[in-house]
């Protein structure tokens, strides 16, 4: 237990005072929320509520809604929903996201993102491989995004994450991932994710 409660201290409290001592790299917390409902069979509806990331002024929250495609390999989710508080006012989104297992056991999980009020594309993937450590669920891999701005270049990020699931509230991950951005300010951003 000493060891659970020390782990999940330097995971949750360790970046943020890190990130806090460098000027080139921008903290995010991100909060998400997730449900998939089976309706019949390998068909069902999936549901998003997230908060992009809680240090910045006024709040963002995304809701995401529709439907669900799974088997034993994994799950694909075509949904539609709303980004309330954007800087240009709300925007209508189409999100598709895709979580499978590509070789055992390694995850592959990947989202396309698309605004329809500014047409902003944003792509995203990551690629995970679970252990545990006396018990205690983790995963390591790398993430990266790619951000297509109308009218504006790219923006490119990709760099290491890590995961520790709650043993406390198994439905509770935390994840911490580093992004290294070309010409741009680094991120890293923590995600704290409920599966309900």
């Given amino acids: 237990m000493k060891f659970t409660a020390f782990g999940l201290a330097m995971l ?6 890190l990130v806090g001592q460098t000027r080139d790299t921008d903290y995010q917390l991100r909060f998400l929320a997730h449900n998939q409902t089976i309706v019949r069979r390998n068909f069902g509806l999936a549901l998003w509520a997230i908060a992009p990331d809680v240090t910045v002024r006024p709040r963002r929250f995304l809701v995401l809604g529709g439907l669900l495609l799974n088997n034993n390999r994994g799950w694909l989710e075509v949904m539609g929903g709303e980004l309330f508080n ?7 989104i189409l999100d598709v996201r895709i979580s499978v297992r590509i070789a055992r056991p390694i995850g592959f999980s990947g989202e396309l993102f698309y605004s329809l009020k500014d047409q902003r594309v944003l792509f995203s993937q990551s690629i995970n491989v679970p252990f545990s ?3 205690l669920q983790m995963s390591a891999g790398e ?13 490119i ?5 890590f ?3 709650l043993p406390f509230w198994r439905r509770v991950s935390v994840t911490n991932a580093y992004h290294f951005r070309w010409k741009r300010e680094n991120i890293f951003r923590t995600y704290v994710f409920v599966n309900f």
């Avoid at 949750?12 to 005072?17: G, N, R, Y």
């Avoid at 954007?86 to 209508?92: C, D, H, K, L, M």
């Avoid at 990020?157 to 994450?161: A, Y």
């Fill in 12 to 17: 949750l409290f360790v970046p943020t005072v």
């Fill in 86 to 92: 954007a800087p240009n006012g709300n925007e209508t």
């Fill in 133 to 135: 450590i006396k018990g």
């Fill in 143 to 155: 993430e990266s995004e790619i951000l297509f701005p109308k009218a504006r270049p790219a923006v």
């Fill in 157 to 161: 990020g990709v760099g290491p994450r």
């Fill in 163 to 165: 995961t520790v699931q």
